[in-house]
């Protein structure tokens, strides 16, 4: 797995100071990614972009497929992730006007490897939500140190 990362690295996928992070350099407060690693990397952020790998949705469509989100938390999100051009908002001069939501090819780019880490978190579920120290904790560490 780390070895993974190395070659992710070499191969020019770490670029910039938010790659520093991999090399265990890591991250400035200055760095100009920084922001945007804080939005996208919230729980909240990374449903809303999870939800329009699907498609694109109207505002209310997206807030019942992001369960539990507040409007407001949904409204600030969006703002942040079209700013940051993973989101594309489309408004229909219609009245009142509809606003659909969807991923920039940026977005899709970044589709990729949160399918990944989301299906991660769904593969270790238990062993994350089990106690320290309980049966089967840490094999998957364990097997993933020793394959490096």
Known sequence: ??????????????????GRVLEAGGVGAGCASRPVLEQVTTRWGML??????HGPH???RLRGRVEG??????SQHLKALVRANLVHREVEPTVPPQVTYSLTPLGESLSV???????????HTAE?????GAPGVGS???SVAAAS
Do not use: Y
């Open 69 to 74: 989100i507040s409007q407001k938390m949904l």
């Open 113 to 123: 490897p949160l399918t990944g880490l989301l299906s991660w978190f769904g593969a």
């Open 1 to 18: 797995m780390l070895a993974s990362a190395g070659r992710l690295l070499e191969a020019g996928g770490g670029a910039g100071c938010a």
């Open 140 to 142: 998957a560490a364990s």
């Open 48 to 53: 809303i972009i999870a939800a329009l790998i």
């Open 128 to 132: 994350l939500l089990a106690e320290p």
């Open 58 to 60: 109207r505002f209310s």
